[in-house]
C-alpha cells in the first residue's frame, strides 16, 4: 500500500538523485543505483557497502547489470540491476518485471562465464566488469542478484537457480521496503532459525541459573554441521552485527582452524574457542526440557556477534568436501529481553568475548563521541557569505537516512523549504565519505581502496589511538575542506573516461598531491571560497594523469589492477615513480 510517507520519499529521492547527477556527471540511472544503494546500506544490507556503480545493457542480448561487487570474506558476488521510474507518481511492478530484470543480471554472469566479452575493445563497460569476476570466479561461493526499484514491488521474489555449480539468489529493494527502513525502523528484518522443522537439529543447552530482566544466557554445543548449514542459507545476515564482517579470515589462526578442521577434526571443541552468540526470543520444546537444560527448537534474530570466522571457515571445510560429522563448537547464546539495551550489550560481548582474533575498541566506534562531535560543530558552523549573513551549512550525516528525517520533522511545507535552504542536499556529507576523503589525504590510498566499511574501521582505530586530532572548529573546517578537494579531484577524473578505476585514481591522486604539495592546499582559502583554485586544478589535473600512467604499468604484468591499489606496495611505487620521474 502506498502511504504518504512513501510519496514524500519518493519526491525527495528524485531530487537527491537529480542533485548527485549534477554533482558526480553521470547518467541518471548510475545516480539511482549510488543513492539508492545507500540507503540499503544503512538499513543493514552491508553487502552492498562497496558497491562498484557501473552500467552495461545490451537490449537485443537481453542483458544488463547497474554494480557490482565481491565480498571476499563470504565469497559472495552481488550484481546489482536498477529500475528508476523519474516520476512522482509510484507506479506498481509485478512478478513477471520482476524476473525479468533478474534475469538480465544473470544473462550478464552467463556472458562472463562463456567469454563473451573477450571479443570487445577493453574500454567497453562490459569488459572491465567481466574481467574482475572472472579473476574471482574460482573463489566465488554465492552469488546474489539484487533489484532495486523506486517503484512498489509485489512480493515474488525468483527462486534460486544454479551457474556452474554455484547458487545464485535473489533479493528485491522497492521504494516500500527502503522507505520502512528509513521511517518506521524495519531496516533489520529478524532472522529466524528453524532448527528442527529446517535442520532436523534441536539444540540441548543449560540455562545459567540467574535472574536478570535485561537477558537470558544459555551455555551448550552446535554440530558443525548444522551450523554450516545455518551459514550456506542465510550468510552475512548471520553475522550482520559481528564487527569483523569486512575482515578476510586470512590470519594464522584462521589457518589454524582450517587445518584442526582437515587434520583432527574431533579435537576442534578443545582447540577452538567457540561462538557468542545472541538473540531476540527463542522457542523451547517443553515436553523435552527441564528447568535448567532446556531443547531449543527456533531462535529468532540469531546474531553471532563473535566468531564469525569460525563459522566461516567450517562453512569452507564443508564446501570443500571435508568431513565435519565429528566437528562440534561450543556456543553461547544471550536472549536480549530488553531490547532498548540490544545494540550496546552485542557491543560489549563482541568487545570482551575471548576472540581469536583482537578485536580493538576502535572496531566498535560508528557512534564515537568524534562523530557526535563532528555533527554538532556541522550544525553551528556557517559557511561564509561574501556579503552579508551565512545562510549554508554543511550537513555532517551520522547514519544514512538522517538528513530525510530531519527534513521531515519540520512541521510545515515552509519550514521544509527553510531546511533545506539552510541545509542543501549537495552539502550533506556522511561519516564514511569523510573518512576517505580524508584518509586520502593521510596518505592512504591502498586503504581507502579496500572499500569503505573497512576504510572505516581503520580510520575509527586512528581516532582511538589519538592519530587524529580531537573534534574542534579547525578540525570540522580542515575535514570539509579535503571533501570539497576530492571531490574537485572527481569532477577532473570524470572528464577524463579512464574506465573502472575512476575511484582508485581519485584516491591515489588526491594522496600524491599530499605527499609532495601539502604546502600548496590551505583548508581555510578552500574553506572560504568552498573550491579549489585554477592553479591547484591544473596541478591535480597533471597528477592524475600520472597515476593513470602508473596503474597502467604495473610491477606484475597481468595483475588485476584494482586488486594492486589494495596493496601498499602499489602506494610506495607511485612515490619512487613520481620522485624519479619515471611516469
Known amino acids: 500500500m502506498i502511504t504518504q510517507e512513501m510519496i514524500q520519499f519518493n519526491e525527495e529521492l ?41 552500467t552495461y545493457k545490451k537490449e537485443f542480448e537481453k542483458a544488463k547489470i547497474n554494480g557490482y561487487v565481491i565480498d571476499e570474506y563470504f565469497q559472495t558476488l552481488t550484481l546489482v540491476v536498477s529500475v ?17 530484470y533478474c534475469k538480465q543480471a544473470t544473462k550478464f554472469l552467463r556472458m562472463c562465464r562463456t567469454g563473451y566479452f573477450e571479443e570487445v575493445e577493453e574500454t567497453d563497460t562490459g569488459y572491465t566488469i567481466a574481467e574482475y569476476i572472472n579473476a574471482y570466479w574460482n573463489d566465488i561461493q554465492n552469488v546474489r542478484v539484487i533489484l532495486l526499484t523506486n517503484k512498489e514491488t509485489v512480493p515474488a521474489i525468483p527462486e534460486a537457480i544454479t551457474i556452474e555449480k554455484t547458487t545464485v539468489k535473489f533479493d528485491v529493494w522497492d521504494l516500500e521496503r527502503v522507505c520502512q527502513a528509513i521511517y518506521q525502523k524495519k531496516g533489520h528484518e529478524d532472522l529466524i532459525i528453524q532448527f528442527d522443522d529446517k535442520y532436523n537439529n534441536k539444540l540441548k543447552m543449560i540455562k545459567v541459573n540467574q535472574k536478570s530482566d535485561i537477558y537470558d544466557c544459555y551455555i551448550g554445543v552446535i554440530p558443525g554441521q548444522c551450523l ?109 529481553k530488553d531490547q532498548s539495551r540490544a545494540d550496546e550489550i552485542v557491543g560489549y560481548i563482541s568487545k570482551y568475548a575471548n576472540s581469536q582474533n583482537k578485536i580493538n575498541m576502535s572496531d566498535f566506534s560508528a557512534n564515537d563521541s568524534y562523530h557526535i562531535e563532528m555533527e554538532r560543530l556541522s550544525r553551528r558552523i556557517y559557511v561564509p557569505a561574501e556579503n552579508g549573513k551565512s545562510i549554508l551549512r554543511w550537513y555532517y550525516e551520522r547514519a544514512r537516512g538522517q538528513y530525510m528525517v530531519d527534513m521531515n520533522r519540520q512541521p510545515t511545507t515552509a519550514a521544509k523549504k527553510k531546511f533545506k535552504e539552510l541545509n542543501p542536499k549537495a552539502l550533506c556529507i556522511s561519516k564514511t565519505v569523510a573518512a576517505k576523503c580524508m584518509m586520502c589525504w593521510m596518505k592512504y590510498p591502498y586503504t581507502v581502496s579496500k572499500g569503505l566499511e573497512t576504510n572505516f574501521i581503520e580510520f575509527s582505530a586512528m581516532i582511538k589511538s589519538g592519530q587524529l586530532s580531537s573534534p574542534s572548529e579547525d578540525t570540522y573546517i580542515s575535514m570539509i575542506a579535503k571533501v570539497i578537494l576530492f571531490q574537485e579531484c572527481d569532477k577532473l577524473v570524470a572528464k577524463q573516461n579512464f574506465g573502472g578505476y575512476k575511484a582508485q585514481i581519485n584516491y591515489y591522486t588526491i594522496a600524491l598531491l599530499s605527499e609532495f604539495y601539502a604546502d600548496k592546499v590551505c583548508d581555510m582559502e578552500i574553506w572560504k571560497t568552498q573550491c579549489i583554485s585554477p592553479e591547484l586544478s591544473i596541478l591535480m589535473e597533471e597528477l592524475i594523469f600520472k597515476v593513470w600512467n602508473h596503474f597502467l604499468n604495473p610491477e606484475v604484468k597481468g595483475i588485476n589492477i584494482t586488486q594492486w591499489c589494495k596493496k601498499e606496495e602499489c602506494w610506495e611505487l607511485l612515490k619512487t615513480r ?5 611516469i
Open 84 to 100: 528508476f521510474e523519474n516520476k512522482a507518481e509510484i507506479l506498481k511492478m509485478g512478478k513477471v518485471d520482476i524476473t525479468k
Open 14 to 54: 528524485i531530487e537527491e538523485i537529480r542533485e548527485y547527477k549534477e554533482k558526480e556527471k553521470c547518467s541518471t540511472e548510475d545516480a539511482f543505483t549510488s543513492v539508492f544503494a545507500g540507503y540499503v546500506v544503512d538499513a543493514g544490507e552491508s553487502f552492498m557497502a562497496n558497491c562498484n556503480v557501473m
Open 228 to 336: 554450516a548449514e545455518v551459514y550456506r542459507d542465510e550468510g552475512q545476515k548471520l553475522i550482520e552485527k559481528n564487527v569483523r564482517s569486512f575482515l578476510q579470515a586470512t590470519g594464522k589462526i584462521n589457518k589454524g582452524i582450517k587445518t584442526t578442521l582437515v587434520e583432527e577434526p574431533e579435537m576442534f571443541m578443545t582447540y577452538n574457542n567457540g561462538i557468542s552468540t545472541t538473540a531476540k526470543g527463542i522457542i523451547i520444546d517443553e515436553e523435552n526440557s527441564e528447568d535448567s537444560f532446556v531443547t531449543i527448537t527456533e531462535i529468532t534474530d540469531w546474531q553471532i556477534v563473535n566468531g564469525g570466522q569460525t563459522t566461516a571457515s567450517i562453512y569452507s571445510a564443508l564446501q570443500s568436501g571435508v568431513d565435519i560429522t565429528s566437528v562440534n563448537i561450543q556456543m553461547k547464546l544471550t536472549v536480549i
Open 578 to 582: 613520481y620522485e624519479n620521474k619515471l
